[in-house]
């Protein structure tokens, strides 16, 4: 279409209004490529050696073929060439829009991770360490104040490429104040090296910092009480990828009600980071059946962080 249009402007410039054929409205053939330069000058050397070459009448058509060009024929818009519009193509024609990546998700807690301020990486360790003395201080929940021996906030690196997430601290975690320590600790410590990860290279934490009487599952207000820990956290150490291991984690970060047999395999997101479902390594001790479903959930999880899978 560029081709046709320069044509047919070198022709207009050159003083030539339109080139006759018998009947028929005008049509500029494909075929015909000459440089817009080149049929400028033809055009000027016809108006020099052609009697009146810019209004020849109808029988005029041998003046096309006098330089070889296919017949033109007479069009009264010629002077002002109309062409068909052009549009910008649909990009859901282009990337089928479910194909198309969803935009990230806002919620009542804030914009989307990435879309905040980015403060120094010596800010951001000052910040979690004045945020992990703000949860040792808490009181919020007397009966698991009176229970715990110490709190319990979240070890690892800052901007690291996962971070996983389990229910609350165990009597080893409530001990030594670390998370994911015991025998749990040592089964995600086997499936992080499995998936080619350095446990030292992952952010671990929990929904909750204090340990709930007899290891009991988090309770609601408990859950809510430690939430703003848990989002100042996550907000703070910016993770590419979350991993949710059990029920509880996946209840109390995402708000779902579904159980984690339900979520298993499904693309979630929380504030705009990829977030995989799946078992917590303390059933997976007591269910070893559900280990071959754990390790398929690990397997999409790393297609999806753009891994290459164990083993290829």
Known sequence: M??????LRAWQDSGVEWLPQAGGPLHI???????????????TTIRANVPNAGQIGPGGAGLAASINLPALSRSADLAAPKFPQTTQPDPGALFPREQMAPPPQRSAEGPPIFELPVLEDYQRDRALKDLAYKV???????????????????TGPINPQLCVIGEAPGFNEDQQGEPFVGPAGEMLTRMLAACGFDRQE????????????????PLPDEAANCRPFLVQTLELVRPKHICLMGGSA??????????IGQLRGRELDWR???????YHPSYLLRSPAKKHDAWADLQQM???MGRTLPGK
């Open 2 to 7: 560029e081709q046709m249009d320069s044509h």
């Open 29 to 43: 053939p494909l075929a015909v490529t000459s440089p817009p330069d080149q049929v400028a000058q033809t055009a």
């Open 136 to 154: 040792s201080q808490c009181k919020k929940c007397p009966d698991l104040v009176r229970t715990r021996t110490r709190t319990v906030f979240g």
């Open 202 to 217: 992952i952010y671990i934490c929990n929904i909750l910092r204090c340990r709930p009487p007899e290891n009991r599952p």
């Open 250 to 259: 996946t209840k109390y970060l995402l708000g779902r009600d579904e159980f």
């Open 272 to 278: 705009g980071i990829p977030v995989t479902a799946t």
């Open 302 to 304: 790393l297609l999806r």
